[in-house]
T-cell receptor, first 117, second 112 residues
Framework: GAVVSQHPSWVICKSGTSVKIECRSL??????MFWYRQFPKQSLMLMAT?????????EQGVEKDKFLINHASLTLSTLTVTSAHPEDSSFYIC?????????????FGPGTRLTVL | GENVEQHPSTLSVQEGDSAVIKCTYS??????FPWYKQELGKRPQLIID?????GEKKDQRIAVTLNKTAKHFSLHITETQPEDSAVYFC???????????FGQGTELSVKP
């Protein structure tokens, strides 16, 4: 089956530093990946749509200069949280779209727990 | 803008009872409605989905109904078991590969 990985699974950083999160599709090519953020006991909120070889499309209210997304290959998208602050502490989850089979399907990564001190 | 409302936020049932979770969406362009089960600290897992050209879909103890005119869809779990306890999310999207707009989630607790 289709597998999506994320690295790291958790990270703790100091306020003001930048953190990079990787999302990889391990056994399929993903022209599109999505990044979600989930605060404790809340829903998943779409942050941006990442398309291979082009600029990401950000949802309203998401600062594109703070959350840098790069989708340089068909199997890798990265999310960089720049100048992280405690309010950025959250669970970040990516999903990758697979076009194998009869119809498109999205597969979620395991998530990355970010804690900013 | 796009919005998905989900109710109830918490639901407690006795083992063997049925559980129903309801969602309403706002975007008329939505044609794909998946349901996810998420355990604490884990990724969402797709449990069932339905497309706009279908009114009902069933998979063993789980069923989903869709009323496209009213823009609402529901998840039905029958013969609930303690392992069904988790947070359930509905979502809406224009198509299976499109961006997902999630409901607020329902924390289901099944008591033995």
């Amino acid at each position: 089956g289709a597998v999506v990985s994320q690295h790291p699974s958790w990270v703790i950083c100091k306020s003001g530093t930048s953190v990079k999160i990787e999302c990889r599709s391990l056994d399929f090519q993903a022209t599109t990946m999505f990044w979600y953020r989930q605060f404790p006991k809340q829903s998943l909120m779409l942050m941006a749509t990442s398309n291979e070889g082009s600029k990401a499309t950000y949802e309203q209210g998401v600062e594109k200069d703070k959350f840098l997304i790069n989708h340089a290959s068909l199997t890798l998208s990265t999310l960089t949280v720049t100048s992280a602050h405690p309010e950025d502490s959250s669970f970040y989850i990516c999903s990758a779209r697979s076009s194998r089979g009869v119809t498109d399907t999205q597969y979620f990564g395991p998530g990355t727990r970010l804690t900013v001190l | 803008g796009e919005n998905v409302e989900q109710h109830p936020s918490t639901l407690s049932v006795q083992e063997g009872d049925s559980a129903v979770i309801k969602c309403t969406y706002s975007d008329s362009a939505s044609n794909y409605f998946p349901w996810y089960k998420q355990e604490l600290g884990k990724r969402p897992q797709l449990i069932i989905d339905i497309r706009s050209n279908v009114g009902e879909k069933k998979d063993q103890r789980i069923a989903v109904t869709l009323n496209k005119t009213a823009k609402h869809f529901s998840l039905h779990i029958t013969e609930t078991q303690p392992e069904d306890s988790a947070v359930y999310f509905c979502a809406a999207s224009p198509w299976p590969g499109g961006k997902l707009i999630f409901g607020q989630g329902t924390e289901l607790s099944v008591k033995p």
